[in-house]
Nanobody
Framework: VQLQASGGGLVQAGGYLRLSCAAS????????MGWYRQAPGKQRELVAL???????NYVDSVKGRFTISRDNAKNTAYLQMNSLKPEDTAVYYC?????????????WGQGTLVTVSS
């Protein structure tokens, strides 16, 4: 199973970006998908999560600005990031809990850098 993340870049404060995370490979189902981020000198934190029932969860600092969604037909999750702030600057990592051969495993995509300039 592989997760391919894309969509990072440089944007001015107040701007927007959309991250994508596509799952590929052989598996039974995707339990949940989420985005984490890690800023320089800080621990990785969960930004947003969406489960198989489309229930979402967000870290307080992005509520009202970020929206996570998923397209089950494309096995892809998206993170729409609006009203970006310099403090959103970080490497963003896609994560998925995937059921594969009766075992739920944790998978990570490569990081994608988001830089928000002031």
């Amino acid at each position: 199973v592989q997760l391919q993340a894309s969509g990072g870049g440089l944007v001015q404060a107040g701007g927007y970006l959309r991250l994508s995370c596509a799952a590929s490979g052989t598996y039974n189902s995707i339990i949940s998908m989420g985005w984490y981020r890690q800023a320089p000198g800080k621990q990785r934190e969960l930004v947003a999560l969406i489960n198989s029932n489309d229930i979402t969860n967000y870290v307080d600092s992005v509520k009202g600005r970020f929206t996570i969604s998923r397209d089950n037909a494309k096995n892809t999750a998206y993170l729409q990031m609006n009203s970006l702030k310099p403090e959103d600057t970080a490497v963003y990592y896609c994560n998925a809990h995937i059921l594969r051969f009766q075992t739920v495993n944790d998978y990570w995509g490569q990081g994608t850098l988001v830089t928000v300039s002031s």
